[in-house]
């Protein structure tokens, strides 16, 4: 599985953590950065690792910022980008069964290294039920984009 990951300056350190933990666990690791705690703008990371998604050169993806807040206000304007933040291994996995998320957002600031691996472990081997009742609310959710594109 290829696993896409972002950071601005407030996620940088937890993103290497993250990605040295993935490579360990013989993911397919594409870092579009940030690489240093100099300030940068959340968007900036969340557009390319939404990008890599989009054009299908990764399956899922993991942004994150301080609180993890922007990183999935941002990532989620994206069409066909569904971003959760998870703070806890319940939502992480809900996330992608219930709602099919491809990206999972972390607030650096908010939580510690090792619950941070735990989520993204609990994240990445969680797959969507298909249930029927999903995927109907899905295209409902996709109808919203569709609905509210160019608006604001
Ligand atoms: C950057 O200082 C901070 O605002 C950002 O990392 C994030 O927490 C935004 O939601």
Redesign the pocket.
Same mark, same amino acid.
């Given at each position: 599985m290829k696993v896409v990951l972002g950071a601005?300056? !407030? !996620?940088y350190e937890l993103k290497d953590v993250v990605r040295d933990y993935l490579e360990q666990e013989k993911y397919e690791v594409i870092d579009v950065g940030t690489y240093s705690a100099d300030s940068v703008d959340?968007p900036d990371y969340a557009i390319k690792v939404g990008q890599t998604i989009l054009d299908g050169k990764a399956d899922l993806g993991i942004m994150i910022?301080?609180?993890?807040?922007?990183?999935c206000v941002a990532i989620n304007k994206m069409p066909g980008i569904r971003a959760g933040l998870c703070h806890d291994t319940f939502s992480a996995h809900q996330g992608r069964e219930d709602d099919n998320t491809n990206v999972l957002c972390l !607030?650096a600031?908010v939580i510690g290294h090792q619950l941070a691996l735990e989520i993204v472990r609990t994240f990445l081997n969680a797959k969507f039920s298909g249930a029927e009742r999903h995927v109907r609310r899905l295209a409902k959710v996709h109808d919203l984009e569709v609905k509210y594109a160019g608006q604001s």
């Amino acid at each position: 599985m290829k696993v896409v990951l972002g950071a601005d300056h !407030g !996620g940088y350190e937890l993103k290497d953590v993250v990605r040295d933990y993935l490579e360990q666990e013989k993911y397919e690791v594409i870092d579009v950065g940030t690489y240093s705690a100099d300030s940068v703008d959340y968007p900036d990371y969340a557009i390319k690792v939404g990008q890599t998604i989009l054009d299908g050169k990764a399956d899922l993806g993991i942004m994150i910022c301080g609180s993890g807040v922007g990183a999935c206000v941002a990532i989620n304007k994206m069409p066909g980008i569904r971003a959760g933040l998870c703070h806890d291994t319940f939502s992480a996995h809900q996330g992608r069964e219930d709602d099919n998320t491809n990206v999972l957002c972390l !607030g650096a600031r908010v939580i510690g290294h090792q619950l941070a691996l735990e989520i993204v472990r609990t994240f990445l081997n969680a797959k969507f039920s298909g249930a029927e009742r999903h995927v109907r609310r899905l295209a409902k959710v996709h109808d919203l984009e569709v609905k509210y594109a160019g608006q604001s």
